[in-house]
């Protein structure tokens, strides 16, 4: 079955940029419906959507986060990434990146993150 | 943005009891709206999706209902696995949004 499985720096600097890369097993990250998304959750605090990637190139953020929000996708890795710029301690968060798949019923088809990674603590501070 | 309020932020039951989470979403979603699950230190999983279709492995004593504006997610009988915080989450518009999360904890 398709896992995900975050990685990447656990401590950025202030005004730096936060990398993170999910990587996909158990299916292609090209194949199916699929958009590839990114979400995450400040230690007690809710869940905030980030953005989500298609393969063919489409992509949706959230503008609370002022453009600073970058997802790319390396099909050849059946990898995708997540890159946040300028970021501060307000950025501290556990981070989640997630399947966003359709699913359907009675006519209707709802997108949902039916698939999760385990997360990856991400504190900014010098 | 679309905005999810969920109650009660909190609740406390024992097992066995009925448990009634509610959703409201600021304008009509039709019935684009899921529900996750969340314990401690995991990530959230997928309960229903699209209002009220269950997903595959999630007892049947979860249900959804609603559509438009209100929402709601029911345990029949709750069970000591159940104990965890219920987040709904909308996909009618872009930004995906979430509620605030329901704290289901035990009496």
């Known amino acids: 079955q398709v896992q995900l499985q975050e990685s990447g720096p656990g401590l950025v600097k202030p005004s730096q940029i936060l990398s993170l890369t999910c990587t996909v097993s158990?299916?292609?990250?090209?194949?199916?419906?699929?958009?590839w998304s990114w979400i995450r959750q400040p230690a007690g605090k809710g869940l905030e959507w980030i953005g989500r990637?298609?393969?063919?190139?489409?992509?949706n953020y959230n503008p609370s986060l002022k453009s600073r929000a970058t997802i790319s996708l390396d099909t050849s890795k059946n990898q995708f990434s997540l890159k946040l710029s300028s970021v501060t301690a307000a950025d501290t968060a556990v981070y989640f990146c997630?399947?966003?798949?359709?699913?359907?019923?009675?006519?209707?088809?709802?997108?949902?993150?039916?698939?999760w990674g385990q997360g990856t603590v991400v504190t900014v501070s010098s | 943005d679309i905005q999810m309020t969920q109650s009660p932020s909190s609740l406390s039951a024992s097992v066995g009891d009925r448990v009634t989470v509610t959703c409201r979403s600021s304008?009509?979603?039709?019935?684009?709206l899921n529900w996750y699950q969340q314990k401690p230190g995991k990530a959230p999983k997928l309960l229903i999706s699209?209002?009220?279709s269950l997903q595959s492995g999630v007892p049947s004593r979860f249900s959804g209902s609603g559509s438009g504006t209100d929402f709601t997610l029911t345990i029949s009988s709750l069970q000591p696995e159940d104990f965890a915080t219920y987040y709904c989450?909308?996909?009618?518009?872009?930004?995906?949004?979430f509620g605030q999360g329901t704290n289901v904890e035990i009496k």
């Open positions: 997630a399947r966003d798949g359709p699913h359907c019923s009675g006519g209707t088809c709802s997108y949902a993150f039916d698939i």
């Open positions: 158990g299916g292609s990250i090209s194949s199916g419906s699929y958009y």
């Open positions: 990637f298609y393969t063919s190139g489409s992509t």
């Open positions: 304008q009509s979603i039709s019935n684009y």
């Open positions: 699209a209002a009220s």
């Open positions: 989450q909308q996909s009618h518009t872009t930004p995906w949004t």
